[in-house]
Nanobody, 115 residues
Framework: QVQLVESGGGLVQAGGSLRLSCAAS????????MGWFRQAPGKQRELVAT???????NYADSVKARFTISRETATNTVYLQMNNLKPEDTAVYYC?????????WGQGTQVTVSS
């Protein structure tokens, strides 16, 4: 089992920044990749960014050049630095980790961007 706890969400004005954190615990050895998804009201959950154990990153086109995903191996934490936030970035952001062929999810953290 892998447990994921997100933090760092909140309310910010358009153009502002937030940094999300996700701490992994439990059976963390062997986690292949971690990432962030988001779900806005009435919409499907969508990929935001992912990072592999080797540091390879992948971003949704809508967040490229604005968001940065990083991973701190020593503390088993993944971060999402979000700059130049837009109202359309408003969503619940979920952390995910892939371990032994299974996907684990955090409880989600709300990000609200006001115009």
């Amino acid at each position: 089992q892998v447990q994921l706890v997100e933090s760092g969400g909140g309310l910010v004005q358009a153009g502002g920044s937030l940094r999300l954190s996700c701490a992994a615990s439990g059976r963390i050895f062997g986690i292949i990749g971690m990432g962030w998804f988001r779900q806005a009201p009435g919409k499907q959950r969508e990929l935001v960014a992912t990072i592999t154990s080797r540091g390879t990153t992948n971003y949704a086109d809508s967040v490229k050049a604005r968001f940065t995903i990083s991973r701190e191996t020593a503390t088993n934490t993944v971060y999402l630095q979000m700059n130049n936030l837009k109202p359309e970035d408003t969503a619940v952001y979920y952390c995910t980790a892939n371990h032994a062929g299974m996907d684990y999810w955090g409880q989600g953290t709300q990000v609200t961007v006001s115009s």
